[in-house]
């Protein structure tokens, strides 16, 4: 999908997560919170099962943002990030950005990034992504 | 360090990452932006040579307060970052984390977290957690 990087530009990105991405993020960030590892620790939780790393899931934002959305680049300022509702291997999310200002004096840029559950349509993660790319702003 | 979870008190963690760390947590989200993996083409960008995913340099917030501050039982609500200097593999940094308030009927926290260089003591990641945890709070 090729969209022009102008405001209100939206692009859509569907993924999901395997246990094993799961495990793969927690070696490599050290973060072994049992509730996304442990199934019989987060059966104890309101959650019931494990969860994917609030980070895990949001870093759907910079891979879009860095490698097709605007792109190769892309050098990130900023992220904001609500986690809404927890996120679970092995089901569908969409993510969804949308430019809501450029600033082309500094080549920047202000995007919202959301994740909502492909099938129930409920978002897991709001927030907003500040962005440079001189080739794409 | 064990660190009593009340208003005002500090928490600080040491860490770096090596290059197969940066390697792999491309491979785990999928961002492949050269910038972070190609040397070649980092030389040609301002920061000249590759930088750390800002998601990697802030994954410490999520191992830290879902492992060790305040630690297991940890629900993270929300993180804000502010990506202000480039970060580099196998250079020490140091992860501070500041409670800033706290609300007992809800069991939640915000807590300031910022990342400085050891060496030169210049910030390089400054942003907001927000944090539910039962037990601690």
Wanted: charge should be negative; glycine fraction near 6%.
């Amino acid at each position: 999908m090729n969209v022009e990087p102008i405001v209100g530009s939206r692009f859509i990105h569907i993924f999901q997560f395997s246990q094993a991405d799961v495990e793969a993020f927690a070696k490599v960030t050290g973060d072994t919170n049992p509730l996304h590892l442990d199934a019989e620790y987060a059966a104890t939780t309101v959650f019931k099962r494990p969860i994917i790393h609030g980070m895990l899931g949001s870093s759907v934002f910079t891979k879009v943002l860095g490698t097709e959305f605007p792109g190769y680049g892309s050098v990130y300022l900023g992220q904001t990030m609500d986690f809404l509702r927890p996120m679970f291997v092995d089901i569908e999310y969409e993510a969804v950005f949308t430019i809501q200002s450029i600033n082309p004096d500094k080549h920047t840029a202000t995007i919202s990034t959301e994740i909502l559950d492909k099938q129930t349509r409920k978002a897991t993660t709001r927030g907003m992504a500040t962005l440079m790319n001189r080739e794409k702003f």
